[in-house]
Nanobody, 114 residues
Framework: QVQLVESGGGLVQPGGSLRLSCAAS????????MGWFRQAPGKQRELVAT???????DYADSVKGRFTISRDNAKNTVYLQMNSLNTEDTAVYFC????????WGQGTQVTVSS
């Protein structure tokens, strides 16, 4: 059974930081590349970061240098450290495998506002 549980979101001021976590079921975590996505109001869901099982990472240009994706293979958990947040980072953040599956978690809301 596929399960994705995101956490760690919240309200933060511009320039602040947050660390998101996603606990994934072993059936996908042990096989797939994992990614963080986000969806802002009125916009399409976008992929912001990916990480392979061997910790090779890639980032969207909009977050490069500010966000860091990591994973703990022993805990089936993927993280997203977000620094220097700005208002354009406000969105619901989701994790999923790459390519993404049909099942999504509930996401975690990140709001950047003064």
């Amino acid at each position: 059974q596929v399960q994705l549980v995101e956490s760690g979101g919240g309200l933060v001021q511009p320039g602040g930081s947050l660390r998101l976590s996603c606990a994934a079921s072993p059936s996908i975590f042990t096989i797939y590349i994992m990614g963080w996505f986000r969806q802002a109001p009125g916009k399409q869901r976008e992929l912001v970061a990916t990480i392979t099982r061997t910790h090779i990472t890639d980032y969207a240009d909009s977050v490069k240098g500010r966000f860091t994706i990591s994973r703990d293979n022993a805990k089936n958990t993927v993280y997203l450290q977000m620094n220097s947040l700005n208002t354009e980072d406000t969105a619901v953040y989701f994790c999923n495998r790459i390519p993404w599956g049909a099942i999504w978690g509930q996401g975690t809301q990140v709001t950047v506002s003064s």
